[in-house]
Structures are given as C-alpha cells and as structure tokens.
C-alpha cells in the first residue's frame, strides 16, 4: 500500500467527518424537517452527545493551536457551527424584553417552557455544588416531543424569570443560541469553566463563536465608589472589558459583550447598559431592544 496517498487520504478524510458534524448538528432537534436526508439527521440527534464530548476533546488539544495550520480546524469548525446557531449574548433585561414580546400574555400561566441540564456539563460530567446545573431553557410549544421528568421542567414565563434572575445572580453569561428544527432556539445560561462556547472564544480565541448582544455596559466615573471600596464590576465581568482607571471601574468597550453582570450588580448603579451602535438583529427584531 502506498504511504504516500493514504496518508493525504486519511488526513482530507478525517477534516471531512470534522466539517460534516457541526452540520448535523445545527439539526440536533427533532421535527419535520423540509431538507435532504431527515433520516440521517434524526439518527445523529441520538448521538448529540458524543459529538459534543468529541468537540470537548478538540478544544483541550493544545497541539491544533500551535500554529496557523492546525489551527484552521478548529477555526473552520466554529466559523461553520456558529453561522448556523449564531449564539449571541444578551444581558438579563434584553432576554427579559424577548420573552415578553414572544409570550405577552402571562396570565393563563402556560408552561411554555423547559427548563433542561446543560448540555456542556453532561458532556464533560462535571457538576457544581455552587452554581446551578439545571440551566438550559428552550421554547417549546410541542410538549409532547419531551418527556415529563426531573431533566425536563415544564415552566412558566414568570418562573423562567424567577431562573434568570437567580442565574444572572450567580454570574451565568446568557447566551441565545439557535438550531433548525420545530422547537430550536434556546437560552443557555452560561458557567465559564464549563461552556464550550465561552471557553473556544475566551480561551483559545475563536472570536467567530460569539455575536455580541445588543446593549454594551458604560460607567458613570462620578457615581463609581472605585475599586478599594467595591471592584465587583471587574469580578463579574468574564469577557476581560473591565479596568482599572484612576482607581475606578472602566469599560473596555471594544471587549464588552453585553452580558450586563457587571450592571446588574453594581451597588450605585454606576454601571448600566445602553444600546450598541450598529447592532445587528439575528434572532428577534431590532426594535424589541430599543
């Protein structure tokens, strides 16, 4: 057998079964699908897992990040797997405008939601004792697609807001994430260690894994009691856009993400957020934020 072919072979092959996953996984939920090959794609939806915990392997590789050349795999991968999610971040208030818009009507108390495990904590099985476990939210109007159990809690607007607050308190980024299917667009409340997505963007810079949200945090330097009497803005803050400057708390603006932690914690509301210039609307229309 010839080394000299098989080798190329072997190589364009394997970076072939990479680009292929990120595709079917854009399709991980069930529903009728109006696209070539239904039957592969529903098959590969019971094994979301396992591509999600092979991806875990490719982001702790060292070596494919060493160099250019390695590293357009992984940078291939996410450009492909992000174009189609699109996951954005949104402060708490912004997800808050969006369910209400989605959903006005809250007094019939419908459970429209699922409350579900992070998927990134079941593909790495590390669970926390500190922060919450339980934290992915999906809008659903087809109950009958999810099991009734301890796994999948059916909830209502207001309990969801009751979620959002208790995990916006704990310091989870919200990121809002889309995949096609009946039932594909969800909030995941995010725990840096443990997200894929915030650890291929903050750890080895794949800066297309991330779309900035709507909102962008800024400071009022004269309300600020600085950072000897308070630095909570600079613990919150996991995207690196917070500073020190003449002892008080500044924003780095072009590394703010909008994820508002550091607003909605701040005790003298010197931070607060204010709407990004020249945002782009993905999911929800641009008028919702403004």
């Known amino acids: 057998m010839n080394i000299t072919i098989l080798t190329p072979t072997l190589i364009l092959s394997f970076f072939i079964f990479l680009t292929i996953l990120p595709f079917l996984h854009l399709f991980h939920f069930r529903g009728p699908y109006k696209i070539p090959f239904s039957f592969i794609l529903r098959r590969f939806s019971r094994f979301e897992m396992w591509y999600m915990k092979f991806m875990f392997i490719l982001l702790k590789f060292n070596i494919l990040y060493k160099n250019r ?14 174009s189609g999610i699109r996951p954005v971040c949104f402060s708490l ?3 808050k405008k969006i369910l209400n818009n989605i ?15 992070c998927p990134c904590r079941d593909a790495q099985g590390k669970y926390s004792k500190d922060v919450p476990n339980i ?16 796994d999948n809690l059916f909830l209502t607007k207001q309990e ?12 989870l980024v919200h990121i809002v994430l889309g995949c096609m299917g009946i ?14 997505v915030l650890q291929a963007v903050l750890v080895r810079g794949l800066k297309v894994g991330l779309k900035k949200g709507p909102s962008i945090a800024t400071i009022d330097v004269d309300k600020c009691k600085g950072i000897d009497e308070c630095g909570i803005c600079l613990e919150r803050c996991v995207f690196r856009a917070r500073n020190i400057i003449n002892g008080k708390g500044n924003v ?39």
């Open 93 to 95: 208030q912004d997800l």
């Open 160 to 171: 969801i807001f009751d979620r959002l607050d208790y995990f916006d308190e704990k310091g």
């Open 135 to 150: 934290t992915d939210i999906l809008f659903t109007t087809n109950k009958n697609d999810y099991p009734v159990n301890r």
């Open 252 to 290: 780095i603006a072009e590394n703010c993400f909008g994820c508002g932690l550091c607003a909605n914690s701040c005790p003298e509301n010197a931070t607060k957020m204010k709407k990004r210039e020249n945002w782009h609307a993905y999911y929800f229309p641009k008028i919702w934020f403004e």
């Open 103 to 117: 959903y006005p009507d809250n007094k019939k108390q419908r459970k429209d939601f699922i409350l579900r495990p």
């Open 69 to 82: 050349l390695t590293r357009f795999i992984p940078e291939f991968i996410g450009f492909f797997a992000a």
């Open 183 to 196: 039932s594909g667009v969800n909030i995941c409340n995010c725990h840096k260690p443990i997200c894929y």
